[in-house]
């Protein structure tokens, strides 16, 4: 169940539009709050999904030990303080104690918890929490590397500055030698495309 209760949402984005001065009345904008309704409710599907339904039964038993990564996940998040959008890439790593994910599953778990009102660091420990528990793996490394709207378009104003959050969890945290091959694999070159 969605924790935006979208039929109210039209009389408040209504009530936005004549606060910062606009007649929501005018020809661009008569819909203008049926669409924000629209848009929210997309932006915000992440209340609606649990790790459980977007993983169902893509945990395999595999006898696989080396890290798996799957790296360069598009998100696209709405910071909770100010409701603007950040967005970067997601990389998400573990190393298997018996099972193995499908790999799409990593990306559905990062749209998640990224499709919710957020702070990057703790979207970088859901993702790395899902993943613990889904599969009690010998650890977990997440980086996450986004731009914020919040940053760029007010207050400091620095397009060109980004934020990277990281979340190790198990061998990732406790082995030196881990943790820098991920991290030499996450920032290492791009062998495709």
């Not at 006898?63 to 990564?69: D, K, P, R, T, V």
């Not at 799957?70 to 970067?88: K, N, T, W």
């Not at 957020?118 to 986004?146: I, K, N, S």
Request: proline share 5%; charged share 30%.
């Amino acid at each position: 169940m969605s924790n935006i209760k979208v039929a109210n949402l039209r009389g408040p984005i209504r009530d936005i539009l004549e606060g910062i001065g606009e007649d929501p009345e005018r020809e661009g904008l008569r819909r203008t709050p049926e669409r924000v309704e629209k848009a929210y409710r997309w932006l915000t599907r992440g209340y609606e999904m649990t790790v459980a339904d977007v993983v169902g039964g893509g945990v395999f038993e595999e006898s696989h030990e080396s890290m798996i990564l799957v790296r360069d996940i598009e998100l696209y998040s709405m910071c909770e303080h100010h409701m603007l959008p950040f967005f970067g890439k997601a990389h998400v790593a573990y190393l298997p104690a018996g099972r193995i994910i499908g790999l799409s599953k990593l990306p559905r778990i990062v749209e998640i918890f990224s499709r919710r009102l957020q702070v990057q660091e703790r979207l970088t420990d859901q993702v790395a929490d899902a993943v613990m528990d889904v599969l009690e793996p010998r650890g977990v490394g997440v980086v996450v590397e986004a731009a914020h709207l919040c940053m760029m378009m007010r207050g400091v104003e620095k397009q060109n500055s980004t934020t990277v959050t990281s979340a190790l969890r198990g061998i990732f945290r406790d082995d030196p030698r881990t943790r820098e091959e991920f991290l030499r694999l996450v920032h290492g070159p791009r062998i495709i495309g």
